[in-house]
């Protein structure tokens, strides 16, 4: 079964302080991951996509298929990093591509 | 920029009533989502098209329809709104159906309260 797994519904860390948040997934193919944000009323948002290997406001994550992990970390987290945090896998099934299937989020507080 | 619209961002419906949730994307995409987003449970795929009047079962179809007329145009429609609906329901649009390039673009949402 395809299926994407965040432990922690609630991380909160100091400013400063490194932050990562975990990413687990299950999946038999090659498998597409991504980061979504959502920062307080503002619209869900592309963060990052394994595939660019990129860094993004100083976000960076790495595919790790042997641990199937897709953990996002940032060496020191800012007041604006809080906000709901969401992975997702692009699934394929049926005739039927492009679908992503999210996690549950976890929401980041960054404490002054 | 690409730009999805929702026709509300608040919406007040009694048990039994239809509602119509409208999403309008101005990119030409072809693919277009309705997710639901509830506390704890995450983002849930309600339906989803890959075309003009093609649709496509979510994870979470049961009490939903949907409508997509027109590229651009792609509705919601609870047939028989129960409280267990209450719910904050995003629209999404791609470009295509490639995974590793296909950015999904969200609409702002639409808060439904079923009284």
């Known amino acids: 079964a395809q299926r994407v797994t965040q432990p922690e519904k609630l991380l909160s860390v100091f400013k400063g302080a490194p932050v990562e948040l975990k990413c687990n997934y299950s999946y038999s193919g090659s498998p597409e991951l991504f980061w979504y944000v959502q920062y307080s009323r503002q619209r869900l948002q592309l963060l990052l996509r394994?595939?660019s290997r990129e860094s993004i406001k100083g976000f960076t994550a790495d595919l790790n298929k042997g641990e199937t992990s897709f953990h996002l970390k940032k060496p020191f987290a800012q007041e604006e990093d809080s906000a709901m945090y969401y992975c997702?896998?692009?699934?394929?099934?049926?005739?039927?591509?492009?679908?992503?299937?999210f996690g549950k989020g976890t929401k980041l507080s960054v404490k002054p | 920029d690409v730009k999805v619209t929702q026709s509300s961002r608040y919406l007040v419906k009694r048990t039994g009533e239809k509602v119509f949730l409208e999403c309008v994307q101005d990119?030409?995409?072809?693919?277009m989502f309705w997710y639901r987003q509830d506390p704890g449970l995450g983002l849930r795929l309600i339906y989803f098209?890959?075309?003009?009047?093609?649709?496509e079962k979510g994870d979470i179809p049961e009490g939903y329809s949907v409508s997509r007329e027109k590229k651009e145009r792609f509705s919601l429609i609870l047939e028989s709104a129960s409280t267990n609906q209450t719910s904050m329901y995003l629209c999404?649009?791609?470009?295509?159906?490639?995974?590793?390039?296909?950015?999904?673009?969200f609409g702002p949402g639409t808060r439904l309260t079923v009284l």
């Open positions: 997702a896998l692009s699934s394929y099934y049926g005739g039927s591509q492009g679908n992503l299937i």
């Open positions: 990119m030409d995409h072809e693919n």
């Open positions: 999404a649009s791609s470009l295509n159906r490639t995974p590793s390039t296909d950015t999904q673009y």
């Open positions: 394994h595939i």
């Open positions: 098209s890959y075309d003009v009047k093609m649709k």
